[in-house]
């Protein structure tokens, strides 16, 4: 299997590298078990956190460069794209500044003698990243690791593999040492063999629901633990009492930043029927002003799809709810005049349960509408589904809105906003959406061994 650089705007094939080779592989993997062994553990958290701290000043220095590589490789809008750069940049120096305090020990108080946790690296770690935020989506799982003492090697998707590249050097001329940060070019096959290696300890996966199920069943065939980022249909509840023109302005950046391709996008808009009217309306119109274009033009709006085969299985989707009767009120439909994989800003309503679309996660920027009786209504339609990621209410009565968020089965609820992410808040979710938790205290937590030490 070879690693495709491929423009989405255009179609024009930029670069192509070639999986490595088993003699390669062994290679990458002995050099990453020894720097774990014998230097990177042995730092101290300020040698590492030079490391990090001098990684994020780079991002800082040259945005541009790192983004365009985004643009290019999977056609996110250029000024989205240094957004990424400079999130990527804050994870970074979040966990440079914070890891010691997060892995602190912990002074225990037992009925005699003395005891306490300490928490130390457990080793080689496997992540396996996917296309939608080249860097954010790496360097969530890279960051808080390095800091605990560990080293990573990362599987990344294999249409951005000049992003990949470009990460791996940004290491490299941060001063990780050979093997602390580890790029692979590898097969679904050599995947396999990755987990099942001894050297390796534990394994991350952001992507779907399949990917996650193949790769958590052969972690635990090994007794090795994961963590699992998946899919979503997060859902976007507006109340009667809320701020309209808030609510749409929420609405438009959290189903169409990305042009929808995010697990955390808002996808299903539950509307009290108090206010659905006049929300469609105004949600309608904000999205038929979105304009097609170059992705590196600021003046573009609407950027492709990742590639052909993403808008084919998008379209597949909409195809399919309007044979389960739903209607297609605006969009459905590729855009022409385009070379470019671009699917119209579409709303599909009179969705029921029988429906396809109501239990499918779509990924692009397609929203499915639905208007609810009262609160009640939209919090068993929003627990309705088989993910738990993240969601939205949106009301001007905050303690409210605090207790429907208690009530809704996700990971994550914003009140009057849609879903963001930063350093210091945890990311993750349930159900079919994976377990574990990224960003925070919490995201450092994951693979450490938390020991006891016990002075009798």
Same mark, same amino acid.
């Given at each position: ?46 040698? @590492?956190? *030079?490391?990090? =701290?001098?990684?994020?000043?780079? #991002? ?6 790192? *983004?365009?590589?985004? $643009? ?20 970074? %120096?979040?966990? !440079? ?5 997060? #892995? ?7 009925? @005699? ?84 290696? !001894?050297?390796? @300890? ?7 629901? !399949? ?35 808030? *609510?749409?302005?929420? *609405? ?44 590196? %033009?600021?003046?573009? $709006? ?11 299985? #998008? ?23 385009? =070379? ?7 709303? #599909?309503? %009179?969705? %029921? ?23 009640? =209504? ?27 968020? @208690?009530?809704?089965? $996700? ?8 879903? $963001? ?36």
């Amino acid at each position: 299997m070879s690693y495709q650089s491929t423009n989405p705007y255009d179609g024009k094939v930029l670069q192509t590298f070639e999986q490595i080779d088993a003699a390669q592989l062994e290679q990458k993997l002995k050099q990453a078990s020894d720097c774990f062994e014998n230097v990177w553990r042995q730092k101290t958290f300020a040698e @590492r956190s *030079a490391v990090l =701290a001098r990684a994020a000043a780079i #991002l800082r220095e040259r945005p541009q460069e790192f *983004a365009e590589l985004i $643009t290019l490789e999977m056609g996110k809008l250029l000024p989205q794209s240094l957004g990424e750069v400079a999130l990527s940049a804050a994870i970074l %120096d979040y966990y !440079a500044e914070h890891a010691e305090r997060f #892995l602190a020990p912990e002074k225990l108080t037992p009925r @005699r003698g003395e005891a306490m946790v300490e928490s130390s690296p457990i080793g080689v770690l496997f992540g396996v990243e996917p296309w939608n935020y080249p860097y954010y989506q790496i360097v969530r799982f890279a960051a808080p690791n390095l800091m605990a003492g560990n080293v990573v090697m990362v599987k990344h998707a294999s249409n951005v593999p000049q992003c990949a590249l470009a990460f791996e050097r940004l290491m490299q001329e941060a001063g990780a040492p050979a093997g602390a940060y580890t790029n692979l070019f590898i097969s679904k096959d050599q995947v396999s063999q990755v987990i099942d290696d !001894a050297r390796i @300890r534990a394994v991350a996966l952001t992507g779907s629901e !399949a990917a996650g199920a193949v790769v958590a069943a052969r972690a635990g065939q090994n007794l090795k633990k994961t963590t699992l980022e998946l899919g979503g249909s997060d859902a976007f509840i507006v109340l009667e009492d809320a701020d309209l023109d808030k *609510a749409v302005k929420h *609405a438009i950046s959290g189903r169409m930043s990305n042009s929808g391709q995010a697990c955390t996008a808002s996808k299903r808009f539950i509307v009290v029927d108090a206010m659905a009217d006049r929300f469609l309306e105004k949600f309608q119109a904000a999205l038929e002003k979105f304009q097609p274009g170059d992705p590196m %033009d600021k003046q573009t $709006t609407l950027a492709p799809l990742s590639s052909k085969e993403a808008l084919k299985n #998008l379209l597949g989707q909409v195809d399919g709810a309007v044979a389960g009767g739903a209607r297609v009120l605006i969009g459905g439909k590729r855009i022409d005049g385009q =070379a470019g994989p671009f699917m119209q800003p579409t709303i #599909l309503t %009179d969705i %029921d349960k029988n429906n396809p679309a109501y239990k499918q996660e779509f990924f692009g920027p397609v929203a499915l509408f639905f208007r609810v009786a009262d609160e009640d =209504a939209a919090v068993a339609l929003a627990n309705d589904s088989p993910f738990g990621l993240g969601g939205s209410v949106f009301t001007q009565d905050i303690e409210r809105g605090k207790r429907l968020a @208690r009530r809704i089965d $996700t990971g994550m609820v914003f009140i009057n906003s849609d879903l $963001t992410s930063s350093p210091e808040l945890p990311f993750g979710g349930v159900k079919n959406s994976g377990y574990g938790r990224e960003l925070s205290g919490a995201g450092i937590q994951e693979f450490v061994n938390k020991k006891l030490i016990r002075v009798s």
